[in-house]
């Protein structure tokens, strides 16, 4: 795993060397190290408050109380769990808000057609379903162009059916833009579905992280997938369901 | 006031109701301005109950003058410039300078005192506590002190609207950007907008409604010390006219001057109100 990341480090999206947070006596991210490659989509698991919102935020320059060497590009665009789009904007305007490109209008009607929201151009957000905000809000953040799109839990608010077809929308999106994607994400299967990577994130580090090679649109119940799920949720500390599959080593 | 500053965390949590919103959205909207010319009609009653009352002589014209003396009053201080009370129009006017100075400068530095306020923990520790003791302080008990410090000019009464003005109008934007969900700022931030660029897109637009019913507080409590500071030391001016007509034992000036204080209070009400339907359509959708 370690030959792994060090092969791509001349040319990664995103390096993290050393990351370490503390709240009080508390050490939320502990000298954790990271290399993303561009293009590249990461998911990454972690029971609740193991620090991947924090990971996360350090990476979208929003914590000021981090230390360690941080190198991220300069387009960097996130979106978060709740939609956050600016609800006396209308949609539109929410995408153009701080785009400095010359054709900012343009630009955003192309990424509300692509997310399937032209006819809510001009709704206020506050009118708009979770599911349409939050494509909304990932229209947001691909206006921007990013070299890497930090992903913050955003569809867990959202119902089983909208998620699917948000799974597809991101996928269809990622391979048009093919932005370096770091998804965080509490849903073993919504990992598997979508990411070239995934890593656990325990006690402050990267516990974990198991390559996906399994060509998309992936079935739910291809072998490699199922072990890697009982061997990610085994990383999670879930026993295993089946009686029948062990559970595999150790971690040490 | 406070009704506003639920509103805006109710805004802040969000899509919750959402999608299927619309069709009710313009029934009740629908509603609303069919009761805009309902909230006319007791009004109207009252008035022509007064009228009534004052035909058949159960109210005495030396008590309540009736609506149609006031108005033939109102005609003919328009028309004709009295000896003891000037034109209608001009005490109007003086008023309302007054009033217009006082008022404007009072509500810029409102939203001033506001945004750093809402912004700045060492301002809201500096300035706040300040604004507090002085709001506690009743306005009309400060006017004897402005009239020994600043004489009986233009100032005293200038400054007394100001404050007016002011303390509604900060205590309701500071409330309200307070409310202003961290988030919001936290999501401006990585959409690349400036210190500036959030203060323009994000404070000041989510401080509005607050600063809407802080204008509606102020201009009725600005309006309310103009009335009292203008019965001091005054030689134009509504104020003066009702000074005026006490003097003379005019009760239909007096009356008509309330009309006029009435009609002015209505007028800023619904200015209010019209700039809010515009500005705030974004959360008008949003049931309560
Ligand atoms: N601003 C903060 N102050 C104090 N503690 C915090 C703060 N932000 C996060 N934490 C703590 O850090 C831990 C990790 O939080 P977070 O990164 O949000 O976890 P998650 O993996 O669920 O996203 C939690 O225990 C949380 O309580
Ligand atoms: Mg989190």
């Given amino acids: 795993m370690a030959s792994r990341l060090r092969t791509v480090e001349t040319t990664s999206a995103a390096c993290v060397q050393g990351l370490s947070r503390k709240f009080g006596a508390r050490t939320v991210l502990d000298d954790l190290d990271l290399e993303i490659a561009p293009g590249e989509f990461i998911a990454m698991i972690g029971r609740s408050g193991t620090g991947k919102s924090t990971l996360l935020r350090a990476l979208a320059g929003l914590d000021s109380g981090i230390t360690g060497t941080l190198t991220v590009p300069g387009e960097t665009a996130v979106a978060f769990q709740e939609p956050r789009l600016v609800p006396w904007k209308r949609v539109a305007d929410n995408l153009t808000l701080g785009l400095r490109t010359p054709d900012a209008k343009a630009v955003a009607a192309g990424a509300l057609a692509e997310v399937g929201l032209t006819e809510r151009a001009g709704a206020w957000p506050l009118t708009l379903s979770g599911g349409e905000a939050q494509r909304a809000s990932l229209a947001r953040a691909l206006v921007r162009q990013p070299s890497l799109l930090l992903l913050d839990e955003p569809f867990s608010a959202l119902d089983a059916l909208t998620r699917i077809s948000m799974h597809r929308l991101v996928l269809s999106l990622w391979e048009r833009h093919r932005p370096a994607v770091l998804l965080v994400t509490h849903d073993v299967d919504e990992a598997l579905a979508l990411a070239d990577r995934v890593l656990v994130l325990n006690e402050g580090r990267i516990a974990h992280s198991a390559a996906v090679t399994v060509p998309r649109p992936r079935d739910r119940n291809h072998p490699e997938l199922t072990a890697l799920r009982q061997r990610l949720l085994t990383e999670l500390g879930v026993p295993a369901e089946e009686p029948s599959a062990p559970v595999e080593g150790d971690r040490s | ?288």
């Fill in chain 2, 1 to 288: 006031m406070s009704a506003s500053v639920h509103d805006a965390s109710a805004a802040a949590a969000r899509p919750a109701v959402a999608a299927g919103a619309t069709p009710p959205t313009r029934r009740a909207e629908g509603r609303s301005r069919r009761d805009g010319w309902l909230r006319i009609v007791s009004p109207i009653a009252l008035v022509l109950l007064w009228q009534l009352l004052s035909a058949t002589g159960v109210l005495p014209p030396s008590k309540l003058v009736s609506p149609t003396t006031v108005v033939h009053e109102g005609w003919t201080l328009i028309t004709t410039n009295n000896p003891s009370y000037g034109t209608l129009q001009y005490s109007l006017a003086v008023s309302a300078e007054r009033w217009g100075i006082g008022f404007s400068i009072g509500t810029v530095a409102a939203i001033i005192l506001a945004v750093a306020t809402g912004l700045s923990r060492i301002a809201e520790y500096v300035v706040d506590p300040i604004v507090q003791v002085l709001r506690s302080i009743p306005l009309l008990g400060i006017l004897p002190l402005f009239i020994v410090w600043f004489g009986i000019g233009e100032l005293p009464k200038i400054l007394i609207v100001l404050l007016g003005a002011l303390f509604p109008m900060y205590v309701n934007t500071y409330a309200e950007i307070r409310g202003i969900d961290p988030k919001l700022g936290e999501a401006a931030r990585t959409l690349g907008l400036s210190w500036w660029g959030r203060i323009r897109h994000i404070v000041l637009p989510g401080g509005l409604p607050g600063a809407l019913s802080g204008i509606r507080l102020g201009s009725f409590a600005s309006l309310l010390a103009l009335v009292v500071a203008e019965q001091f030391n005054t030689n134009a001016g509504l104020g003066f006219m009702i000074t005026q007509a006490e003097s003379f034992l005019q009760n239909s000036i007096i009356v008509l001057v309330l009309v006029v204080y009435a009609i002015l209070g209505l007028l800023a009400n619904g200015i209010v109100r019209l700039i809010e339907r515009k500005a705030l359509a974004w959360r008008r959708d949003f049931a309560r």
